[in-house]
C-alpha cells in the first residue's frame, strides 16, 4: 500500500508502531483471561490497569471512571440506553443534535421508538450548535443532552464547555462524542463537564474494535450489555486486553504533542485549501473556517459528481470520502450536509479530506494536481 495517498483520517487510522508493541504480548505469552486468579491471568490484569490508568489521565479522569469497550458506537449507545434506562422514572425526555454520528441518531431513533421523546437542535452554516438552543430545549423531563465535540463530516468544533456548563446549571447528565477530537485537540471531561464521554481506538492510531466510556463517579446508568462482573459489573464480556492495551497507548501518545501535531496538520490543510481553491474554479468550502479539526477539509466542487471523484481518485492512488464511511455505499445524502444548508445538488458534488500526521506536503500537491485535473475532466464529460 506503499505509494498510496490516504486521505481519510477521519474514517479510520493505522495503528503506530508503539500501538502494535504494546499489544503483541497480550496476544503471545499474555493470553490469560483477566478474571483468573492464576499468573497468566493476574497478568492480564495488570495490562488493563495499566491501560486504564493511560487511558484517565489523558482525559483528566480517574481509572474507575473509565468503562472499556467494542468501539465508538457501543458507547454512544450505551450512553443513551443506559441513561435513558436509569432515568426512566424522573422524565422521558433527550436533547441531541441534528449533525450527530449515526450511532447517536440511530439510538435516539430506537428510544422514539421505546417511548423517549428527542429533540434535535439545529446546526447553523458553519455546523456550530448555538448554546442558546440548547438552554431553550431543556425543560422538566429532559433526562441527557448528548452533543458531539467534532463532527466527522465536516470537522466542525463545538463549544463543548458551554454544552457541559448549561447541562451542570440544569442537574442534567451530559455525554459528548468526542471520537473525532481524540489527538487532534485537547480532551477533557472536568474543562467540558462531561459526564460520559465516548472515544474510539481506531481513530487516533490504536486498534479497531476497542472504545471506552467515560462515566463520571456518581452517575447513574444501566449496563447494555449484561453477564459477568466485568468493568464494575456495568459492561460484562471477557475483556478485549490485546485491544485495550493498544487503547491505552494509543490514548498516552495522542493526549501529548497535540499543539504540534495540530500546527502541522493545519499547515497542510492550508495548503491543500489554497492550492484547490487556486486551482478549481468554483470551489467552496464547508465547515467552519477557524473551529474545524486541524486535518479536516470538505469541499463542494460544483459540476463535478463526488462519487465519480472518489473512484478516479481511488485509481490515482488517492483515498478520500464523499462523506461519512457509514453513508457511502448507501445513496442517502448526508444528513449532516443537508443541516448546514446544502441542496442535494451540493452535497453530490462533495468531497472530504482528513489529513493525519504521516501525511506529506508532497502528497498535499499531488493531491492538489489529481483532483484539479479530474473536475476538469468530469466537467468537460458533462459539458459534452
Ligand atoms: C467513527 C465514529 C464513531 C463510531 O466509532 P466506531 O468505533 O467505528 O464504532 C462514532 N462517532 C463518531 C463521531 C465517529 O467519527
Given at each position: 500500500m506503499r505509494n498510496r495517498i490516504y486521505l481519510d483520517h477521519a474514517a479510520t487510522t493505522a495503528i503506530s508502531p508503539e500501538v502494535l508493541e504494546a499489544m503483541m504480548p497480550c496476544l503471545t505469552?499474555?493470553?490469560?483471561?483477566?478474571?483468573?486468579?492464576y499468573a497468566t491471568g493476574r497478568e492480564a490484569h495488570r495490562i488493563l490497569d495499566r491501560a486504564r490508568k493511560q487511558a484517565a489521565e489523558a482525559i483528566g479522569?480517574?481509572?474507575?471512571?473509565i468503562c472499556f469497550t467494542s468501539g465508538g458506537s457501543e458507547s454512544d449507545s450505551w450512553a443513551l440506553i443506559g441513561i435513558a434506562a436509569a432515568n426512566r422514572g424522573k422524565g422521558n425526555h433527550i436533547i441531541t443534535s441534528a449533525i450527530e454520528h449515526h450511532a447517536i441518531l440511530r439510538t435516539c431513533e430506537w428510544l422514539e421508538k421505546q417511548g423517549f421523546e428527542v429533540t434535535r437542535l439545529p446546526a447553523d452554516e458553519e455546523g456550530r450548535i448555538r448554546p442558546a438552543d440548547l438552554e431553550q430545549a431543556i425543560?422538566?423531563?429532559?433526562?441527557l443532552i448528548s452533543i458531539m465535540?467534532?463532527?466527522?463530516?465536516?470537522?466542525t468544533i463545538q463549544q463543548t464547555a458551554e454544552f457541559g456548563k448549561i447541562a451542570r446549571e440544569h442537574g442534567i447528565p451530559f455525554h459528548t462524542d468526542a471520537v473525532q477530537a481524540m489527538g487532534a485537540m485537547p480532551v477533557d471531561v472536568n474543562a467540558w463537564q462531561a459526564d460520559l464521554l465516548s472515544l474510539s481506538a481506531h481513530k487516533f492510531h490504536g486498534p479497531k474494535g476497542t472504545g471506552l466510556l467515560y462515566i463520571r463517579k456518581g452517575t447513574r446508568i444501566d449496563p447494555l450489555i449484561h453477564g459477568g462482573?466485568?468493568?464494575?459489573?456495568l459492561r460484562a464480556g471477557t475483556e478485549n486486553v490485546a485491544g485495550i492495551a493498544g487503547m491505552g497507548k494509543a490514548m498516552e501518545i495522542a493526549a501529548a504533542g497535540i499543539p504540534e501535531r495540530a500546527a502541522r496538520e493545519t499547515a497542510l490543510r492550508e495548503r491543500l485549501k489554497a492550492g484547490l481553491q487556486a486551482a478549481v474554479s468554483g470551489i467552496r468550502i464547508n465547515g467552519h473556517p477557524t473551529n474545524r479539526l486541524a486535518g479536516n477539509l470538505h469541499v463542494t466542487i460544483p459540476g463535478v459528481d463526488g462519487e465519480a471523484m472518489l473512484l478516479r481518485l481511488d485509481l490515482a492512488g488517492i483515498a478520500a470520502s464523499s462523506g461519512s464511511a457509514c453513508t457511502s455505499?448507501?445513496?442517502?445524502?448526508s444528513h449532516v450536509l443537508e443541516a448546514i444548508g446544502l441542496t442535494d445538488e451540493e452535497i453530490k458534488s462533495s468531497l472530504r479530506l482528513t489529513i493525519g500526521e504521516e501525511n506529506t506536503e508532497a502528497e498535499i500537491d499531488e493531491t492538489i494536481r489529481k483532483i484539479t485535473e479530474i473536475a476538469a475532466d468530469l466537467r468537460s464529460m458533462r459539458d459534452f
Amino acid at each position: 500500500m506503499r505509494n498510496r495517498i490516504y486521505l481519510d483520517h477521519a474514517a479510520t487510522t493505522a495503528i503506530s508502531p508503539e500501538v502494535l508493541e504494546a499489544m503483541m504480548p497480550c496476544l503471545t505469552e499474555s493470553y490469560g483471561n483477566a478474571s483468573g486468579v492464576y499468573a497468566t491471568g493476574r497478568e492480564a490484569h495488570r495490562i488493563l490497569d495499566r491501560a486504564r490508568k493511560q487511558a484517565a489521565e489523558a482525559i483528566g479522569a480517574t481509572p474507575p471512571e473509565i468503562c472499556f469497550t467494542s468501539g465508538g458506537s457501543e458507547s454512544d449507545s450505551w450512553a443513551l440506553i443506559g441513561i435513558a434506562a436509569a432515568n426512566r422514572g424522573k422524565g422521558n425526555h433527550i436533547i441531541t443534535s441534528a449533525i450527530e454520528h449515526h450511532a447517536i441518531l440511530r439510538t435516539c431513533e430506537w428510544l422514539e421508538k421505546q417511548g423517549f421523546e428527542v429533540t434535535r437542535l439545529p446546526a447553523d452554516e458553519e455546523g456550530r450548535i448555538r448554546p442558546a438552543d440548547l438552554e431553550q430545549a431543556i425543560r422538566p423531563g429532559t433526562i441527557l443532552i448528548s452533543i458531539m465535540a467534532a463532527n466527522n463530516e465536516i470537522g466542525t468544533i463545538q463549544q463543548t464547555a458551554e454544552f457541559g456548563k448549561i447541562a451542570r446549571e440544569h442537574g442534567i447528565p451530559f455525554h459528548t462524542d468526542a471520537v473525532q477530537a481524540m489527538g487532534a485537540m485537547p480532551v477533557d471531561v472536568n474543562a467540558w463537564q462531561a459526564d460520559l464521554l465516548s472515544l474510539s481506538a481506531h481513530k487516533f492510531h490504536g486498534p479497531k474494535g476497542t472504545g471506552l466510556l467515560y462515566i463520571r463517579k456518581g452517575t447513574r446508568i444501566d449496563p447494555l450489555i449484561h453477564g459477568g462482573a466485568q468493568e464494575r459489573g456495568l459492561r460484562a464480556g471477557t475483556e478485549n486486553v490485546a485491544g485495550i492495551a493498544g487503547m491505552g497507548k494509543a490514548m498516552e501518545i495522542a493526549a501529548a504533542g497535540i499543539p504540534e501535531r495540530a500546527a502541522r496538520e493545519t499547515a497542510l490543510r492550508e495548503r491543500l485549501k489554497a492550492g484547490l481553491q487556486a486551482a478549481v474554479s468554483g470551489i467552496r468550502i464547508n465547515g467552519h473556517p477557524t473551529n474545524r479539526l486541524a486535518g479536516n477539509l470538505h469541499v463542494t466542487i460544483p459540476g463535478v459528481d463526488g462519487e465519480a471523484m472518489l473512484l478516479r481518485l481511488d485509481l490515482a492512488g488517492i483515498a478520500a470520502s464523499s462523506g461519512s464511511a457509514c453513508t457511502s455505499g448507501s445513496t442517502e445524502p448526508s444528513h449532516v450536509l443537508e443541516a448546514i444548508g446544502l441542496t442535494d445538488e451540493e452535497i453530490k458534488s462533495s468531497l472530504r479530506l482528513t489529513i493525519g500526521e504521516e501525511n506529506t506536503e508532497a502528497e498535499i500537491d499531488e493531491t492538489i494536481r489529481k483532483i484539479t485535473e479530474i473536475a476538469a475532466d468530469l466537467r468537460s464529460m458533462r459539458d459534452f
